[in-house]
């Protein structure tokens, strides 16, 4: 798929010390004596001392080779005419036996699940890596009124991902390398790859009725949205569920089926998970279609071909909701979006931007991620519509080279927890002895170039969706 010259973008820049084992992967020989290879959570937050290793998050990073040749129940659905059929036998999958084991997914009896490397520290003392308690990691804020009517303060959100086996197999291939840095072009998951976040809010019953009656986990978050104080231990309140689906259906298109849903504490479902509700499918960001792009609110845009939207959670004015669940936008001109994510862009877009700069002879850049979305945009109508083609146009799946700002990206098959975790690893690198860029190739092969000290480099942009 690629030839010689992207295959030397894509080497890794070699180290000239590592990192100790707790922070740096490590080459495959020594990681094989010393397990865990990679950390669990922000080394800056650990838990207290005598904490019961039962209520400390540990990631799952046993990363198979190979995986089952099984069947799924979402294979006989057409999501285009059944979306709500098609996520349900999507959620289904993903909450067999992770629900037994309240989600601490490599117990889970029926099919283990693994988490993403190198989320557990973005190199900022307030940063959003993973707490000690559920590995989750922070998400774009709530804005006042964002989630409902009387929400009057900003919540604070935090998830935890995890893929099947199948992208177990995908995360390995990235990550177990023989000199332990990480393989963006190796970022292609298998047919059937199926992750799954749970996120959760601050934000309190008072002021988002629909929370009430749903699951609870306490995290060790930061007191609020101002992130500028230690964290503590608060009660988060599950709010959104997104899954995705690496469909072969869609194997000549974007890849991939993403989906969310919002927990709906005033619907009759006998369970948090029978009251989770769709609000929307999407699989491709229908280029072509410009209307009502600018239009703040919540809507269905019944131009769009490539998502479908759940009408009934669509905000109608002057309705008495009680504690029933509903949604006051969606994504830019009605594209799929959660509650929780920004109305300016999509599933589609910002996953479709998950790609880390190619150049390894660059090192002041590596690990850079694409720009995901115009997040300095607030809201639709005041998105810049000259770039509505540089985020809305079509990514093709698996890992290839893609332009953008005059740089080369390699993808990594729209998943932003690889991007993230690629990006950590190269920011990681900037508090460390000089490194050694890799020079491009010669007839005589590649030529060592002279350490370049990282110290004073200015910190990469982080994957993240908080910037609005």
Not at 52 to 61: C, E, R, T
């Amino acid at each position: 798929m690629l030839g010689a010259a992207a295959a030397a973008c894509v080497a890794a820049s070699a180290i000239s010390q590592e990192r100790s084992a707790a922070a740096v992967p490590m080459p495959a020989s020594a990681a094989a004596a010393a397990a865990p290879r990679f950390p669990s959570y922000d080394p800056r937050y650990p838990p207290p001392p005598g904490t019961p290793p039962a209520q400390v998050f540990q990631l799952s990073q046993d990363f198979p080779k190979t995986y089952a040749a099984d069947t799924f129940a979402w294979e006989k659905i057409d999501f285009k005419a059944f979306p709500n059929e098609y996520l349900r036998a999507v959620l289904n999958y993903c909450l067999e036996g992770n629900v037994d084991v309240d989600f601490r997914v490599q117990d889970n009896p029926v099919r283990k699940w693994y988490h993403a490397p190198w989320l557990h520290d973005d190199g900022s003392q307030f940063g959003g890596g993973r707490e000690w308690r559920r590995g989750m990691t922070r998400e774009r804020m709530s804005r006042p009124f964002e989630l409902h009517s009387k929400q009057t303060g900003r919540g604070q959100n935090w998830a935890v991902g995890f893929y099947n086996d199948r992208g177990g197999v995908g995360l390995g291939k990235v990550w177990l390398t023989a000199d332990g840095r990480p393989d963006p072009a190796k970022s292609t998951f298998p047919p059937n790859t199926v992750a799954c976040k749970l996120l959760f809010t601050d934000a309190p019953v008072e002021q988002v009725p629909y929370l009430a009656n749903g699951k609870v986990w306490t995290a060790n978050i930061y007191p609020d949205t101002n992130y500028n104080k230690p964290r503590v231990d608060k009660e988060m309140r599950l709010l959104q569920l997104d899954v995705a689906v690496k469909d072969p259906r869609l194997a000549r298109s974007s890849g991939w089926v993403f989906g969310t849903f919002v927990y709906d504490g005033g619907s009759p479902g006998k369970t948090v998970w029978d009251r989770m509700s769709p609000v929307g499918l999407i699989w491709g960001d229908d280029q072509s279609v410009r209307i009502d792009a600018q239009r703040n609110g919540v809507f269905v845009n019944t131009a769009l071909t490539q998502s479908r939207i759940n009408g009934f959670l669509v905000e109608q004015p002057g309705w008495d909701y009680g504690n029933r669940a509903y949604v006051r936008h969606h994504g830019l001109g009605g594209r799929v979006n959660g509650p929780i994510d920004s109305p300016i862009s999509s599933c589609v877009s910002c996953h479709g931007r998950a790609g880390t700069f190619a150049n390894a002879a660059d090192p002041v850049n590596r690990g850079r991620p694409m720009a995901m979305a115009v997040f300095s945009a607030n809201k639709p109508s005041d998105f810049p519509m000259d770039k509505f083609d540089e985020f809305f146009k079509p990514i093709a799946d698996g890992a290839h080279l893609e332009t953008q700002d005059g740089s080369q990206f390699m993808t990594t098959d729209y998943s932003l927890q690889v991007t993230g975790g690629i990006r950590n690893y190269y920011q990681n690198l900037r508090s460390q002895p000089p490194v050694v860029a890799e020079a491009a190739g010669n007839a005589r092969g590649a030529r060592a170039a002279a350490p370049v000290d990282l110290s004073d480099a200015p910190p990469l942009p982080r994957v993240d969706r908080d910037a609005d």
